[in-house]
């Protein structure tokens, strides 16, 4: 059974950071392309960033390129985001996503191709 659980939401003013984990379990990670979505309230959930298992190559929505970054650590079986230059509209639930074994789609940017997702973890942007 796939579990994903995120960690390291919390409040922060404008401009400040956040570091968001994902611990993942009951999945060969190192073969899984890993996502961030976020959903704000009243809006659709929407793609963040992924990172690709084969070549750890990264893809992002065009409102967080050059403020977040995506990365994973397949010995610990974790994925990150580390978020600067936060904004009140990064105010969202973020949710970690795992795709399906050997597949490469959402590691190119394709939302559909989450499989597996977690609990989510509340991130705040004060003005």
């Known amino acids: 059974q796939v579990q994903l659980v995120e960690t390291g939401g919390g409040s922060v003013q404008a401009g400040g950071s956040l570091r968001l984990s994902c611990a993942a379990s009951?999945?060969?990670?190192?073969?899984?392309?890993m996502g961030w979505f976020r959903q704000a309230p009243g809006i659709e959930r929407e793609f963040v960033a992924s990172?690709?298992?084969?070549?750890?190559?990264?893809y992002y929505q065009d409102s967080v390129k050059g403020r977040f970054t995506i990365s994973r650590d397949n010995a610990k079986n974790m994925v990150y985001l580390q978020m600067n230059s936060l904004k009140p509209e990064d105010t969202a639930v973020y949710y970690c996503?795992?795709?399906?074994?050997?597949?490469?789609?959402?590691?190119?940017?394709?939302?559909?191709?989450?499989?597996?997702w977690g609990q989510g973890t509340q991130v705040t942007v004060s003005s």
């Open positions: 009951g999945v060969t990670f190192s073969t899984c392309d």
């Open positions: 990172i690709s298992w084969r070549e750890g190559s990264t």
């Open positions: 996503a795992a795709g399906s074994r050997f597949s490469t789609a959402l590691g190119m940017g394709i939302p559909s191709a989450a499989k597996d």
